[in-house]
């Protein structure tokens, strides 16, 4: 029977390539990183990468790290990230406390910064029992606006100015409130206000003593003016206990000469006596 000789049915590992050795149709050699198949059988030195006629590349040697291709060279540190510029992988080093992960100023990379807001949270407390409470230095010209909301228990609170530190109860606040009320058997809308009270209302509600809930939203307008913008307070109040609910809005002002004195913080009380539990919340807003 007549000898067919098949050459070689697979690729034949040789090793590093040396050339000094003869090779085969689809041995196999590695050099620089690489590695080589030979198409053309020789027993002459055909150094791969130069002698195309006798030797194909097989796979390429990557850069060992040097362009960003190995991960485990890239990322150095607990909380790196990896991520892609124009030319490969690269490594975005963690931000520090409290900063968020944004996109830079030309869109073309992640980095770390803190978020500019125009609507800012400044404080907020809770307080479980008491007369009285102020809530004071946070009234900057970092913000033209603020926002107070307060949730009130067992109590129809009230607000005063407050200059300095010291509460402001001269008899020169001047307020109206656009209030409507609803019972189990009727409903009425009116106003109520009063000028020169020592007190602005933040709910229409005279009370009756029995169990109340309050809401209000209060708005301030450049409290630290000291250029002649009046003081003032915009509010938006709900209160409701066994017999009605009220819904109202209202407007008071400081009348006199405290137009020009900065306003240090606000007062809050109740009508009279204490209040079970309230929680507030104050927000800047710029503009």
């Known amino acids: 029977m007549a000898t067919i000789n098949l050459g070689a049915i697979k690729f034949n590992w040789k090793g590093a390539y040396n050339s000094s050795t003869s ?3 689809d041995d196999v050699v590695s050099s620089g990183g690489n590695s080589y198949v030979c198409i053309q059988a020789h027993s002459t030195a055909q150094a791969v990468g130069n002698a195309t006629a006798y030797w194909n590349i097989m796979s390429s040697a990557g850069t060992n790290g040097t362009n960003g291709t190995d991960v485990g060279t890239t990322l150095t540190t607990q909380g790196d990230i990896l991520y ?6 690269q490594r975005l080093p963690k931000g520090t406390a409290n900063q968020v992960l944004k996109m830079n100023s030309g869109a073309t990379a992640p980095e770390y910064g803190t978020l500019s807001s125009d609507y800012v949270k400044l404080a907020n407390g ?3 029992s008491g007369g009285s409470f102020n809530i004071d230095g946070y009234f900057t010209n970092t913000y033209n606006v603020f926002k107070l909301y307060i949730d009130g228990q067992e109590a129809w609170l009230k607000a005063r100015f407050r200059f300095g530190g010291s509460t402001f109860t001269s008899s020169n606040y001047v307020w109206v409130v656009d209030y409507s009320q609803r019972n189990s058997s009727s409903n009425s809308r009116g106003d109520s206000g009063g000028w020169n009270a020592d007190y602005m209302p933040l709910a229409y509600w005279s009370g009756d003593g029995s169990r109340e809930h309050h809401h209000s939203e209060i708005t301030l307008f450049r409290p630290w ?4 913008y009046a003081k003032n307070i915009h509010t938006l109040g709900w209160d409701y206990n066994s017999n009605e609910t009220h819904v109202s809005q209202s407007n008071g002002f400081l009348d006199g000469n405290n137009y020009e004195t900065a306003m240090s913080g606000i007062h809050i009380f109740p009508t009279s006596g204490n209040f079970g539990d309230c929680t507030w919340v104050l927000y800047g807003l710029k503009g």
């Open 23 to 25: 090779y085969a149709v």
């Open 84 to 89: 892609r510029d124009g030319s490969g992988l």
């Open 126 to 128: 809770n307080v479980t």
């Open 225 to 228: 003016d000291t250029g002649g």
